[in-house]
């Protein structure tokens, strides 16, 4: 039974590394598994991609990033995981909306996207595919920065750690019961306490994406 499923957080939450465990963990219980990422997985996305996280781009207003990862999900959307779906498949994919939601509204503040703008493209975007579950991998930024002290930082991360705070928050915003985010994913949004080991996230992680395939199919879905 096919299930869109995407795990989502701050910069170095471990959301790569979880995504390829729970890859790992669905195929060794049989499932057929597809694995990818946003923004990218497309050759459209994955050009954007590289102009999105490219240094040398320099600063962009927060609706013109957005309207470019949007432009790459629905591209992701249309050429992958609905195929996928169609296939009975399960995809797991690195990141979602809530990252467009979160970075280019909520973390930006006053010069951020507005709710209702991002609200309305989602819908859009999503009118055809909507996940099923959304997994929001919760870290320290500071530990998330240890993490990943060894890598070169692209354009977003280059932002620092107070812009990371500020996604932080921005994702437990989106949590929160009753907004409008949870609509648009069947099982809801799931708060994981990513600070653990790898092991202790990808139990919680594995046990939510368990639960998700083992309930009936929504309405309307394949
Ligand atoms: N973006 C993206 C937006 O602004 N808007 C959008 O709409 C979208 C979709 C690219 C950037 O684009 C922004 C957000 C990003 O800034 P990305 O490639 O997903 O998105 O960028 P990152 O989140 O920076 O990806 P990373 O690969 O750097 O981080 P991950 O995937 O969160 O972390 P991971 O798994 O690579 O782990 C990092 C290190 O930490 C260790 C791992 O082994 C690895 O070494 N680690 C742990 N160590 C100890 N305990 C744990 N629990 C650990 N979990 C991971």
């Known amino acids: 039974m096919s299930r869109f499923i995407?795990?989502?957080?701050?910069?170095?939450?471990?959301?790569?590394?979880?995504?390829?465990r729970l890859v790992e963990a669905l195929r060794a219980q049989g499932h057929s598994v597809l694995h990818l990422r946003e923004p990218g997985s497309t050759p459209f996305g994955e050009r954007l991609r590289e102009a999105l996280l490219d240094p040398s781009v320099?600063?962009?207003a927060p609706l013109t990033e957005a309207l470019a990862f949007f432009a790459a999900r629905r591209a992701m959307l249309d050429e992958e995981v609905a195929p996928a779906r169609a296939r009975g498949e399960i995809v797991v994919a690195e990141r979602s909306f809530l990252s467009t939601v979160v970075y280019q509204g909520a973390a930006c503040g006053q010069d951020g996207v507005a709710d209702d703008v991002l609200r309305?493209?989602?819908?859009?975007?999503?009118?055809?595919?909507?996940h099923d579950l959304l997994?929001?991998?919760?870290?320290?930024?500071?530990?998330?920065a240890r993490r990943a002290a060894?890598?070169?930082?692209?354009?977003?991360?280059?932002?620092?750690?107070?812009?990371?705070?500020?996604?932080?928050?921005?994702?437990?915003?989106v949590v929160e019961p009753g907004h409008w985010a949870s609509g648009l994913a069947a099982s809801g949004i799931l708060r994981v306490d990513a600070n653990r080991t790898l092991d202790e996230v990808h139990e919680d992680v594995l046990r939510a994406a368990v639960a998700c395939i083992g309930e009936?199919?929504?309405a309307g879905r394949p």
């Open 58 to 60: 320099g600063d962009l």
């Open 120 to 130: 309305w493209i989602t819908a859009a975007v999503h009118e055809r595919c909507r």
């Open 150 to 173: 060894d890598r070169n930082p692209d354009r977003i991360e280059a932002r620092g750690v107070e812009f990371q705070r500020l996604v932080r928050a921005g994702f437990l915003e």
């Open 216 to 218: 009936g199919p929504a």
């Open 6 to 20: 995407a795990l989502d957080g701050p910069d170095g939450c471990g959301k790569s590394t979880q995504a390829r």
């Open 135 to 144: 997994v929001v991998l919760d870290v320290d930024p500071e530990i998330a």
